[in-house]
């Protein structure tokens, strides 16, 4: 497909990397900063053009006549919607994504979507709010993928000291913990695998697993992992993802305390959120995250705009609670040193935000050529989930798994039979009309019979 | 450094070669020579030391700038060192200097020999060195990115470091679709000139080996009389072939793709064609004296001018023997050379145009010194960037050309040799003036000279900075 990204800012510069990794898109990126589009072009296989995205004649030498997609994601909201209007004008056959953190815009965009063409809008702040949000109702495991319309979830955690899963070999779980839950993921330091039965799982590796709503709780519940809901949380640090946070919490009944330097900003807060306490107050002075309870505290995210500030601050709160310390990272560069610091779970609002767009791009693309139903990157970008619809006469249908010459690096995770889910064994077989989901760190597959040898 | 991503590019590059060599060895067994077997042997020496190296597949993928630097230059070096190995092999060319320097003139399309006679080699092994100038012309590397899916955009610094130009920019957004539309253009002219050439009265072999000197700007014959036997047609062919790949590739794919309008924005391509045709012009009025007829001299003037600017060296007449206004031109020309981005040589079109545009600001400046002008090319504003590296190219250029001369001027032959040899093998040329003329060839020099003039022309086809960081401490630190 042909992509043009306009602006690359952090998302713009993550979604040039996230998208160009795959095979099948021409992407062309657009900004007004020469450096910045030099350092883009030599990093990724893209083409780079000069100038505003809002200019015709730019877009033009970018190719909008043929392009399937135009993303604007500049830090102006007014240039990303009038970059789409005119990128509609030139060719009304692509969708439109516009990057809209102004919540008084997002709120009345409807009005307007349908003129703009606008496909999807993408708001970095709300994305990142609502993934802490989920990451918050669902302590300790680090990252939770749902499929198959919310039916099966793939869950990332760490192994902790001491666990049941420390030693074990993957395929002794279902003995040993008496649990139907499949590892589709293991990462070791830097390394991802796709683990076979005979794979030992040692401590500190993080884990995926693949199961309903329902055994996923109870086996988080076997290896010693408390899952009850937070019911309270401190947040510092009072922006637009606090906001949008908070109100999501509250909604779903969890007490939110937000500590926020600025008196003015202070005052707008208990304006927008009158069910919330606001603190006045500077959250780095450790007197007053005592004193504010940060020892009871279930939850503690830190949301200030200097990362830097964040770290440390979810650093402290890990000394002093045992609860649930969400981090918010505005800048990647410095990841592998992050998660060596054993903070749990560390949100980056521009890759949650270039992460659904891809979505939204994979999606659009799989309409055209594959049968792709979802797809999530997992085990930290180095693998994909697929989910498959099986067709009729598929090469994988009819016979049992055992017998299937699938791929190394590939692993069955799920069965969705009209609505019932079956963790595949050996022995099970799939059926036409089922929809399974593939882990692979392969990259690019399109049909599921990819799967195959 | 990623010196295993190297070592990887190297092995795919010698097994490109390797699987080029069966090529020439098709011919053999077609001609039934026993060259053939040299062939197999050559292309299996190349395997043994490609394929581990490409087993040996790095984990790490990433190149940065200097890595690509690095392993274009110890690529073109490779290559250069194995595709001897046929000549030195089949006993055509017993010297190993010798043998390098031809292929080295080969690959980097200068088409200088030190055969004194062609036609004594083994149609394969001539096949061979023609089609060295094929490869070569539009780049091993550029191949290599249009075959393997490099990751990333890191393989756009082999690209950027193989192709000539002040600026080296993509024609669609992945670069190996650029490698591909690239390659595709460049084997569409070149079978297009191949049946032009067979509905002449070539025989295939005549045909395929002429138009690979002429696309890849080579210049490689397989008579010792160069093109002067051929017909005119052929010889008329040939002239609008050599302007053909002279110019801009990115002005056909504009072209293709129906964007006209800005491919005549081109400038360099304008003023290509306006280099052409004046040269041709005064070289008419200059030389009409030696031919018979308004044709014959304008056929043999259109020939030379746009062989020397093109860079690809063929010949239809010994124009060491034209007045001294004519060779001049042509002197001056081989400098020139072709377009950024066409298979040809020399300095370039654009950067001489860059070059005239910041001397005329400099006047407009020193009128005016406090006016704001930028030179523009193609109606934009070049950043500063740019322009500098276009004039540290020239003066890299010029202190290179110096070095070389004086350093072959050890074999005491007279300056017009010295002086055109160097030219004609840094611009990647082939034939100078007076013992290194048209007619002549390099075997004269001593095997010092060759080294250095082998060298000479692996620093001018890849536009000197890739071979310069070789020899730069920082680039081996880790």
Known sequence: MNIIVVGLGKVGEKLVERLSREENHNITAIDIKRDVLQDTVNSYDVMGVFGSGASVDVLSEAGIEDTDIFIAATASDELNLFACLLARKLNSGCSTIARVRNPEYSKELHLFKEDLGLAMIINPEHTAANEIARALRFPSAVQIDTFAKGRVEILKFKIQQGSPLANLKVADIKNRLSSDVLVCGVERGDDAFIPGGDFVMEEGDFISIVATIKDAAAFIKKIGIKTNKVKDTIIVGGGATAVYLAKNLIKSGIEVKIIEQNQARCELLCDLLPKATIINGDGTENRLLLEEGIENAESFVSLTNIDEENVMLSLYAKTKTDGKVVTKINRIAYDEVIRNLGLDTIIYPKNTAAEYIVRFVRAKNNSIGSNIETMHYVLDGKAEALEFRIVENSPISNQTIESLSLKDDIIIACINRAGKIITPRGKDVILTGDRVIVVTTHKGFKDISDILR | MNYKMISYVLGCVLNIEAAAMVLPFLCAVLYDESAKWVFLLCAALCMVVGVPLVLARPKNKTMFAKEGFVAVALSWITMSIFGALPFVVSGCIPSFVDAIFETASGFTTTGASILNDVEALPKSLLFWRSFTHWIGGMGVLVF???????????????????????????????????????????????????????????????????????????????????????????????????????????????????????????????????????????????????????????????????????????????????????????????????????????????????????????????????????????????????????????????????????????????????????????????????????????????????????????????????????????????
């Open chain 2, 144 to 478: 290599l990115v249009a075959l393997l899916p490099l990751s990333g955009g890191d393989n756009f610094h082999l690209i950027k470091a193989e192709s000539p130009g002040y600026s080296v920019g993509k024609l669609v957004p992945r670069v190996s679709s650029t490698a591909k539309i690239l390659y595709g253009i460049y084997i569409v002219f070149t079978c297009l000139e191949v049946l032009l050439l067979k509905i002449g009265g070539l025989d295939w072999f005549e045909s395929l080996t002429l138009s690979f000197g002429t696309a890849g700007t080579g210049g490689f014959g397989i008579v010792n009389s160069g093109i002067a036997d051929y017909s005119s047609y052929v010889q008329v062919v040939i002239t609008v072939f050599m302007t053909i790949f002279g110019i801009d590739f990115s002005f056909y794919y504009l072209i293709l793709m129906r964007r006209i309008k800005s491919a005549f924005k081109l400038e360099e391509v304008w003023v290509y064609l306006g280099i052409v045709v004046t040269s041709v012009a005064v070289i008419f009025f200059n030389t009409r004296h030696l031919f018979e007829g308004a044709f014959e001299t304008l056929k043999h003037s259109a020939f030379q001018v746009s062989s020397i600017i093109t860079t690809t060296g063929y010949s239809t007449t010994d124009f060491d023997l034209w007045p001294q206004l004519s060779k001049t031109i042509l002197v001056v020309l081989m400098f020139c050379g072709a377009c950024a981005g066409s298979t040809g040589g020399g300095i370039k079109v654009s950067r001489i145009l860059i070059l005239f545009k910041s001397i005329i600001k400099e006047i407009k400046v020193l009128a005016h010194p406090k006016s704001t002008i930028k030179v523009k090319m193609n109606g934009r504003i070049l950043e500063h960037e740019t322009v500098r590296g276009v004039n540290m190219f020239f003066m890299a250029y010029m202190f290179i050309f110096t070095g070389v001369l004086i350093a072959i001027s050890i074999d005491n032959l007279d300056f017009t040799t010295n002086f055109t040899a160097v030219v004609a093998t840094l611009s990647n040329i082939g034939p100078g003036l007076s013992q290194v003329g048209p007619v002549c060839n390099f075997s004269l020099f001593s095997d010092f000279s060759k080294v250095i003039l082998t060298v000479a022309m692996v620093i001018g086809r890849l536009e000197i900075f890739p071979i310069l960081v070789l020899f730069s401490k920082n680039t081996w630190k880790r």
